[in-house]
């Protein structure tokens, strides 16, 4: 509570030196946007390699206890899904430098998201999880026991695209489905049309909705 450091559970280093810019996407991957999570019991549970299905599952006091793993490859981006990646990078503006290297990698992180529910249960979406998916299924997770055990595999059924939209699991039973906002963070930073760089124009995206859904068996 006084602010001093108790325990490290892990750290990552990133640099940008301005003077040559480059963007290395695989240099820069953390455990942020939703790849870590934590249980009613202290437990952390951390995505640390990018290209690769695996959870560090840390202890209270900070300890790795164990690693979920399972076979399963990250999913594979197209050609313009990687155009869009490397044009959400590069700067934009009047003052943007003229040269600036890109590196983007050929899949998308292996993780895309994890959370632990009620019961303890950790559920994985992965990258492969999010997309192409069933008619009718919005995303599939993976959930596993505590000790790691592998339970079963859960489809989400509702319309939507995980790419746009975004699950947040409020208990009790309840999920809220934030749609569109993706394009809606795009629109605030200016990049609704990633790979129009020279558009500095205000944009619109699609209007965005607030859906409340009852887990339903």
Known sequence: MGGSETQLYFEALSVQDFR??????????????????????GTVYAAQERNKYAITVYDSRGQAE????????????????????????????RRAPHTFSVEVEDTEPAI???RVDETGQLWVLSSRGDRNQPEGILCSYDVFARQGQYVQ??????????RQDRLVFLGN?????????????NVMRGRLDP??????????GAPMEIICYRIGS
């Open 66 to 93: 164990l690693i979920i793993s399972k076979e399963e490859k990250p999913y594979q981006r197209t050609g313009k899904e990687k155009e869009q990646v490397a044009a959400n990078a590069r700067f934009r503006g």
């Open 112 to 114: 895309s998201s994890l």
């Open 20 to 41: 040559n810019p480059t963007w290395v996407e695989k240099d820069l991957y953390t455990v942020h946007s939703g790849r870590w999570c934590l249980g009613k019991d």
């Open 153 to 162: 595999r859960i489809q989400v059924v509702c319309p939507g695209d995980t």
């Open 195 to 204: 790979t129009n760089e020279d558009s500095e124009e205000d944009t619109e």
């Open 173 to 185: 039973g309840l999920v809220i489905q934030i749609t569109d906002l993706t394009d809606a963070l």
